[in-house]
């Protein structure tokens, strides 16, 4: 066995933190016990309760570290861009070389999201940081709007629904099927294909009578994801 490392080391919590990931990642939260993470990551109980009161919180840190460091790469990201078209390319690049750099931590994350009941922390909400994306996403699209730059007869919810659903639809197929490139190529695609459309058509599509309901379904699912609905 390896030399226990001391706790009062920030190190150690890294290590920890390694270990748990992948852990979690590979056998799921409930499978994985605090003596499984302690023995891998060659420290003592007491060195790992020094920095977590228990494993719900360690697995708690690694899911804010998911959407935290995402986040501020999403932010940082939009301030490369000039146009919404730059800023949303940027982002959509950005998110993807994360993911392929924390693939472990995004599989976290995504099964979070999903869990049924005792497979992740009660506690370990996804929701309130994935909202924080959203909203994000939101504000630029109204700038969009504002500007000109987007359709306005699609609502703000709507248009951050579509380029949001194709952003984590990409990483969630990357994760399953490896061969799925997150290129900053594939990024242009994406954003091409949210503002241009797959119509061959020059003129706008007209819009079929039924979108009136459609929409009003979207911007409840939208009010709801962002917490500004009741359901």
Do not use: W
């Amino acid at each position: 066995m390896g030399k226990l490392l001391n706790h009062a080391d920030s190190a150690t919590r890294q290590q920890i933190l390694h270990v748990a990931l992948k852990s979690f990642a590979e056998r799921g939260y409930a499978a994985t016990s605090v003596q499984d993470i302690v023995d891998a990551a060659r420290v003592s109980k007491p060195a790992l309760y020094y920095y977590f009161t228990d494993k719900a919180e360690l697995f708690q840190a690694l899911v804010d570290r998911a959407h935290d460091e995402r986040y501020r790469h999403m932010q940082e990201a939009a301030a490369r861009g000039g146009t919404i078209a730059e800023k949303l390319e940027e982002i959509v690049a950005a998110v993807f070389e994360f993911s392929l750099q924390n693939r472990e931590l995004m599989r976290l994350a995504f099964a979070t999201a999903f869990a049924p009941a005792g497979e992740a922390p009660d506690r370990a909400h996804c929701g309130q940081k994935g909202r924080r994306s959203f909203e994000f996403l939101r504000s630029l699209i109204e700038t969009g709007q504002t500007a000109g730059e987007l359709d306005q007869r699609f609502s703000a919810d709507e248009l951050t629904m579509g380029i949001y659903g194709q952003l984590n639809s990409y990483i969630m197929i990357r994760l399953l099927t490896p061969d799925c490139p997150l290129t900053r190529q594939t990024a242009t695609q994406v954003v091409r294909l949210f503002l241009n459309g797959a119509s061959t058509q020059r003129s706008r599509v007209p819009l079929s009578p039924a979108r009136n309901g459609a929409a009003s379904k979207t911007k409840r699912y939208a009010r709801r994801y962002n917490g500004r609905g009741k359901g």
